[in-house]
């Protein structure tokens, strides 16, 4: 795909039906599967979140995915257009998505820099110990260091603009079809050998077995966050993305395999991080540092752990980038669709006002710890919990009720079923988009700002 969206140029496909899912499916599969999904599930009671992350995912993920692909190929238009087209007054929707993008990369691009300083780190043979101590100190000492972690953090942005400015999201493309299958390789390497360690039973156990009293609203809010924030939902990235869909291309297979996929990559990277994290005595509630501390002592333990290491933080940094450019993108288009700006000078403004916003959110590992806002979050944690468990789940909602509603759940199912595609799953479908997700998403959401108020108060 060629990311150039303005309004005089034609606008561009996706090369082949396999160039959009490895798009989409590079959005979606992240740090959100890799690094968060695993440290959730380790401070939100484990099976209890995981199997609540379930039923959100088949109930609202699955319906939303595909409410969000078809929206965006019926009107070929990124998010804002999109909803402006089929009813004025609703194109703040998508302003609200590209207001959100803000946030979330601020956020993700703290992570981000961590990656990058890890990929250093295991190419100089920097996190060869196994101690889970010192590996908890490399961690904490470069994390609270404010000159260093922000370095990393602008460098990442600076890779994300460099990316989305060259256009270069064909080579992204290509180069997704090794990256991607390799990625998935490795992560299932690691999981055997972080599955095979002794004592890693329990690990299994914690995950993937639920305690159902662990089960409290916090927990329920969190899981819807985590498959917003994973699915890539919420936010136009999907509508934006759908939008470059050929109109002879099957939405139900793109629809399913990306949620599928992006599942499989987030119980993987589960799998290869919480039975280390008992067989080796870290601590599942541990927090952000859960991946970083944790996936190098499993490389430790591993025949050519070195290699491994190396190999799989490159990896994790390519994931992210897929990521990240796609919320760059969602907020770069926005600028130069809607209000004509220039798309070098949008890009560029628009990181760095990103890069200030995340500076905050760097900082509130280490001397900002104390600084907080709403209550008792820090920066970091306040990006965090506005994006996943407001603005996105607000997104969702929305686009539920727009599609389900406003455009009208048959209208979509008709854009579904061009080309004589049968959609067998349509009357389900409908009535989850319609009868379920906006309840199930509005008493979630509810209970996010009765947490946010409670914890003010
Ligand atoms: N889904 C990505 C991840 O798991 C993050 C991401 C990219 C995202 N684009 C997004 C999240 C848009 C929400 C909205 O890492």
Known sequence: MDSINGKNQKRDKWGSKLGFILAAAGSAVGLGNLWKFPYSAGANGGGAFVMIYFLFLITIGFPLMLAAITLGRKTQLSAVGAYRSIKKKWAFVGGLGVICGFFILAMYSTVGGWVIYYVIKALTGGLSSKDPQVLGKIFGGFITSPGISVAYQGLFLLLTLLIVLKGISSGIERASKIMMPALF?????????A???????????????PDFSKINMSVIVNALGQVFFSLSIGMGVMVTYGSYFDRESNLLEAGTSIPMLDTIVAILAGLATLPAVFALGFEASAGPGLMFVTLPAVFSNMAFGNVFCILFFILVLFAALTSSISMLEVCVSYFVDEKNGDRIKSSIIIAIVIFMMGVPATLSMGPWSDLTILGNLNFFDFYDKLTSNILLTSGGLLLSIFVGWVWGADKAIEEIERNGIKF???PIWKFLIKFIVPPAVSIVLFNSFKEVITSIM
């Open 195 to 209: 599955l095979t360690l002794e004592g890693a039973y329990e690990g299994i156990k914690f995950l993937l077995v």
């Open 424 to 426: 067998k799953l349509a």
């Open 185 to 193: 390789v490795i992560m299932v390497i690691i999981a055997i050998r």
